[in-house]
């Protein structure tokens, strides 16, 4: 092995057994090296389309992507020979083999956001060879949303390292030749767990018990903050179907006021009982209608209801009151 060779496989991370195994010519490599340098010119204005597409998607928070550069290229094709030895990788076929050349993540705020940003993958692109989209859980996800993703078409699995995103192969044909992209979609969260647990487990760490425990701790905080988001969005929606019920309840209150008091007026109660009777209506129009605050504080709208018919009770038993004696000579008065 030439000393070039050496230094080269140490800056890719592979040992000389890895290499060996793999049963790749150098010579192989090198032009793969040399063709994507020129191919990959043709990837970055593709990769900042797809982007620009992704970015009309309304649950779409964010996106990083990138071009997979040369060195990551011969390294991920020696993997993938160690991996399966009878695979073959040329530089006729390798930007096939190689499906991640372009690789774009998508980050959006609350979990059920992905199926917005999902619908709208579908809707643009076309999965490379009718690959279904592959959604990774951990061990302990919710059931339901297990049950979401194989009801919507996509593959689930279960990722050994607890890592959680769904991933997308798809075609752009911009000319003649078809390109492809791993698109990759998942919260902020997850996000920032994979990260963290990238940067510190890798390359040296992997299989360290007591760094394992703590990410695994980390991780299970993580998917505890998306089940948090989640029913903060629930919680709002909530607050909103709250206020409209208030809003509603107080026009109708304020509506109900002005046509008691128009039908006092037009009654013939002798002036001091139509001002006492003024007065509870004004009364009950400073008595404020449940807020959203106060149902979230156990109160309910039965309060409010016992009011307003007692009310109304109140006005016959005044209108009754108000009555006068045919034998006195006078009519009957009542509430038009």
């Not at 988001?229 to 509603?248: A, C, D, F, P, T």
């Not at 404020?288 to 605050?293: G, L, N």
């Amino acid at each position: 092995m030439s000393f070039r060779l050496k230094q080269y496989l140490k800056k890719l991370k592979i040992s000389q057994k890895e290499f060996d195994e793999a049963g790749l010519k150098v010579k192989e490599l090198i032009l793969i090296k040399k063709d994507f340098k020129k191919y990959k010119k043709e990837l970055e204005p593709l990769a900042r389309y797809i982007v620009k597409q992704l970015h009309h998607s309304s649950k779409v928070h964010s996106i990083r992507y990138r071009v997979k550069d040369e060195d990551s290229l011969i390294a991920k094709i020696i993997r993938k020979r160690i991996e399966d030895p009878k695979r073959k990788i040329d530089c006729r076929n390798y930007k096939k083999e190689v499906t991640d050349l372009i690789g774009v993540r998508v980050l959006h705020l609350f979990k059920e956001d992905w199926q917005g940003v999902h619908d709208f993958i579908c809707r643009n692109w076309n999965f490379y060879n009718n690959f279904s989209p592959i959604a990774y859980y951990k061990q302990g996800d919710l059931l339901e949303m297990i049950e979401e993703f194989e009801k919507r078409g996509l593959e689930v699995k279960l990722h050994p390292y607890g890592y959680r995103s769904i991933h997308y192969l798809v075609e752009s044909k911009p000319g003649k030749e078809v390109h492809i992209a791993e698109i990759q979609i998942r919260t902020i969260f997850e996000e920032a767990w994979s990260e963290i647990d990238h940067t510190v487990r890798y390359p040296d760490n992997l299989g360290d018990s007591l760094l394992e425990q703590y990410l695994t701790m980390f991780n299970g905080l993580v998917g505890s903050a998306d089940q948090m988001g989640s029913y903060v969005v629930k919680l709002k929606r909530e607050l909103l179907n709250l206020k409209k019920k208030y809003s509603k309840d107080r026009e109708e209150k304020l509506k109900l006021i002005k046509e008691l008091k128009f039908r006092l007026k037009e009654s013939r109660f002798d002036p001091e009982e139509l001002k006492d009777l003024e007065g509870k209506l004004d009364d009950l129009i400073k008595i404020p209608i449940v807020s959203p605050k106060a149902v979230l504080d156990g109160l309910d709208y039965a309060k409010l209801d016992f009011e307003k018919e007692d009310l109304i009770n109140i006005l016959e038993e005044e209108n009754k009151k108000s009555k006068k004696d045919p034998k006195n000579g006078n009519s009957k008065r009542t509430l038009s």
